[in-house]
């Protein structure tokens, strides 16, 4: 399962140890926006990992993202793949 993972945290510190985490399970495509392949198991992980990094000092939004979506995605300007292993 692909999830889509953005999130909004004023705080620098806070904000930078999850973006670390994050780069490490799955693609930045955005400062603040991850793409992810995981399973239902490591997303109940990560989502409980996110939560004790978060700490309630911002946002972090989750969307899960089928394969056909995935696939039906639409670029403007210069073109990255939505892909975990290209």
């Not at 806070?14 to 926006?33: P, T």
């Not at 995935?70 to 939505?82: F, R, T």
């Amino acid at each position: 399962m692909y999830y889509l993972i953005a999130y909004d945290i004023e705080n620098n510190k806070i904000r930078n140890k999850i973006a670390k985490y994050l780069e490490k399970k799955g693609k930045r495509i955005q400062k603040s926006v991850f793409l992810l392949d995981i399973n239902l198991y490591v997303l109940k992980k990560l989502k409980s990992d996110l939560e004790k990094l978060n700490n309630k000092n911002g946002v972090i939004h989750l969307f899960r993202i089928c394969s056909k979506c995935k696939k039906e995605a639409q670029y403007i300007g210069e073109k990255q793949p939505l892909c975990i292993i290209c």
